[in-house]
């Protein structure tokens, strides 16, 4: 058997010593007449990169051959025939599923639908249950793949004679029958759920008009999201104001919400929201606000406004997020007309305005939380 991402043979590694002393036994016994071909096979494991992987069985192909060669002159080495599998990560999603003691067959599962790379795949095994599903994966399975395999055929008898270095899916045991592995699934794992997301609109921030959005979901396809606007400063001796008291709250539908999202990014049942991907949703706010510039003012109340929002929530790392959105609806507002005079205000105008549009358009940054619960038995 051989280390990760190593082709040297390590006698003191695993159990090769035993494997290459009835290696040994093995060859002493043939006689070298009656060999007819003589196979080497190797393997590696599903980690890294297929590319890579090949390059890595044909190398521990060739320190097969340099072993036998140097402990065996009698052999005819033109008999011999060497070649090499990589083993994918596929091909252990059956085997995986019919281990009655791994905890995370439904998981493994997920990941085979919606993996498309090797490399995927593998990243996504590492984040389930905090990297011990993948350890369980290499105590018990990955690193009996790393091995060689060496027979012949016997021209008398025409049989093939086995000797392995480490054979296939070797699982260490006790007396009882039961798993050495220092990686068992803990009976106590935990699972992202009930994420939530805390945004601020940056084209507001841009114009210094200060605001928070917090969103919560609901449930697969729907959340809750309410934003408030509070921009409050003077400059210029209060000839220049801008003062804005206003929120809302607004219910989303998630069209692409996938299983797949939501498995790799939050959550290890793929059930819960993952906050990403386009939506559309409807929203209620009200306010009041309090504007200046240098002769003018208006000051006033929104009695309330409400209508139809759309947009997309695109990930730009684990926790972060860009939002791209836009509201169309209904805006009622009274306000009045001032001129400053010295220390007071001088009222011009009584004014309503009832609006139909575009009522609001964002880029937000999007901070994603999650709380860790955990998975009873």
Same mark, same amino acid.
């Given at each position: 058997?051989?280390?990760?991402?190593?082709?040297?043979?390590?006698? #003191?590694?695993? @159990?090769?010593?035993?494997?290459?002393?009835?290696?040994?036994?093995?060859?002493?016994?043939?006689?070298?007449?009656?060999?007819?071909?003589?196979?080497?096979?190797?393997?590696?494991?599903?980690?890294?990169?297929?590319?890579? @992987?090949?390059?890595?069985?044909?190398?521990?192909?060739?320190?097969?051959?340099?072993?036998?060669?140097?402990?065996?002159?009698?052999?005819?080495?033109?008999?011999?025939?060497?070649?090499?599998?990589?083993?994918?990560? =596929?091909?252990? #999603?059956?085997?995986?599923?019919?281990?009655?003691?791994?905890?995370?067959?439904?998981?493994?599962?997920?990941?085979?639908?919606?993996?498309?790379?090797?490399?995927?795949?593998?990243?996504?095994?590492?984040?389930?249950?905090?990297?011990?599903?993948?350890?369980?994966?290499?105590? =018990?399975?990955?690193?009996?793949?790393?091995?060689?395999?060496?027979?012949? =055929? @016997?021209?008398?008898?025409?049989?093939?004679?086995?000797?392995?270095?480490?054979?296939?899916?070797?699982? $260490?045991?006790?007396?009882?029958?039961?798993?050495?592995?220092?990686?068992?699934?803990?009976?106590?794992?935990?699972?992202?759920?009930?994420?939530?997301?805390?945004?601020?609109?940056?084209?507001? $921030?841009?114009?210094?008009?200060?605001?928070?959005?917090?969103? #919560?979901?609901?449930?697969?396809?729907?959340?809750?999201?309410?934003?408030?606007?509070?921009?409050?400063?003077?400059?210029?001796?209060?000839?220049?104001?801008?003062?804005i008291l206003y929120g809302y709250i607004e219910g989303r539908y998630w069209f692409n919400n996938k299983v797949e999202h939501s498995y790799c990014y939050h959550s290890l049942n793929g059930e819960k929201n993952s906050l990403k991907g386009w939506y559309g949703g409807f929203y209620i706010g009200k306010g009041i606000y309090?504007?200046?510039?240098?002769?003018?003012?208006?000051?006033?109340?929104?009695?309330?406004?409400?209508?139809?929002?759309?947009?997309?929530?695109?990930?730009?790392?684990?926790?972060?997020?860009?939002?791209?959105?836009?509201?169309?609806?209904?805006?009622?507002? $009274?306000?009045?007309?001032?001129?400053?005079?010295?220390?007071?205000?001088?009222?011009?105008?009584?004014?309503?305005?009832?609006?139909?549009?575009?009522?609001?358009?964002?880029?937000?940054? #999007?901070?994603?939380?999650?709380?860790?619960?955990? =998975?009873?038995?």
């Open positions: 058997m051989f280390k990760t991402s190593k082709y040297s043979i390590d006698r #003191v590694y695993a @159990n090769n010593n035993e494997a290459l002393n009835k290696l040994d036994t093995f060859i002493c016994r043939l006689n070298a007449q009656l060999i007819d071909t003589l196979y080497i096979l190797t393997s590696t494991s599903p980690e890294g990169s297929i590319s890579f @992987n090949k390059r890595l069985a044909k190398r521990r192909s060739e320190a097969i051959v340099a072993y036998l060669k140097t402990k065996y002159s009698h052999i005819d080495f033109n008999k011999i025939v060497i070649s090499e599998k990589t083993h994918l990560w =596929n091909e252990l #999603v059956n085997q995986i599923k019919n281990d009655s003691s791994c905890a995370y067959k439904i998981e493994i599962g997920k990941i085979a639908e919606c993996a498309t790379t090797s490399n995927q795949f593998e990243h996504l095994l590492k984040k389930v249950d905090q990297g011990n599903c993948f350890k369980y994966i290499a105590q =018990n399975y990955l690193y009996s793949l790393r091995n060689a395999t060496a027979y012949h =055929n @016997n021209k008398e008898q025409n049989i093939k004679l086995h000797s392995l270095i480490i054979p296939p899916l070797y699982r $260490d045991t006790d007396s009882s029958g039961n798993l050495r592995s220092s990686y068992m699934p803990r009976q106590n794992s935990y699972t992202w759920k009930y994420p939530l997301a805390l945004k601020t609109n940056l084209l507001f $921030d841009a114009l210094t008009a200060l605001n928070i959005e917090l969103e #919560v979901p609901l449930t697969k396809r729907w959340s809750i999201n309410a934003g408030y606007y509070f921009p409050w400063w003077y400059l210029k001796k209060d000839k220049i104001a801008l003062h309090d504007l200046m510039w240098k002769s003018e003012g208006v000051k006033g109340d929104i009695r309330w406004s409400g209508g139809l929002s759309f947009g997309y929530v695109h990930p730009i790392s684990k926790h972060f997020a860009l939002e791209f959105g836009a509201s169309i609806g209904y805006v009622d507002t $009274d306000y009045k007309r001032f001129t400053p005079k010295g220390e007071c205000l001088l009222w011009k105008s009584d004014e309503s305005v009832k609006w139909i549009g575009i009522t609001q358009a964002k880029i937000s940054l #999007v901070w994603r939380l999650g709380f860790k619960q955990s =998975n009873k038995p």
